[in-house]
């Protein structure tokens, strides 16, 4: 059984930092890919950055240059450290983890940690 267990959420005032963690039960090195979403109420989630197995990253245009993910194979985590914090990464944040069984993909999710970014 997968589980993905998010932490390092918070309340951070506007130009601030949070490094968010992503621990999972199993090998990391079983998905293809692991990655953050967001999700702002009454908005849709989006992705915000992600990890193949590979080490190859992508992120979302509204944090490059501000948000790094990384993974530590070791210990079976995802991080995500996001500085210079703006209102509008207010939402909250779930790590996803991808295989592929037959050719499709299958997705796990963790349930989420907040982060507030106000003054």
């Known amino acids: 059984q997968v589980q993905l267990v998010e932490s390092g959420g918070g309340l951070v005032q506007p130009g601030g930092s949070l490094r968010l963690s992503c621990g999972a039960s199993?090998?990391?090195?079983?998905?293809?890919?692991m990655g953050w979403y967001r999700q702002a109420p009454g908005e849709q989630r989006e992705l915000v950055a992600a990890?193949?197995?590979?080490?190859?990253?992508n992120y979302a245009d509204s944090v490059k240059g501000r948000f790094t993910i990384s993974r530590d194979n070791a210990k079976n985590t995802v991080h995500l450290q996001m500085n210079s914090l703006k209102p509008e990464d207010t939402a909250t944040y779930y790590c996803?983890?991808?295989?592929?069984?037959?050719?499709?993909?299958?997705?796990?999710w963790g349930k989420g940690t907040l982060v507030t970014v106000s003054s």
């Open positions: 199993v090998s990391i090195g079983i998905f293809v890919a």
């Open positions: 990890i193949s197995s590979g080490g190859s990253t």
């Open positions: 996803n983890a991808r295989t592929i069984r037959l050719g499709n993909p299958m997705d796990y």
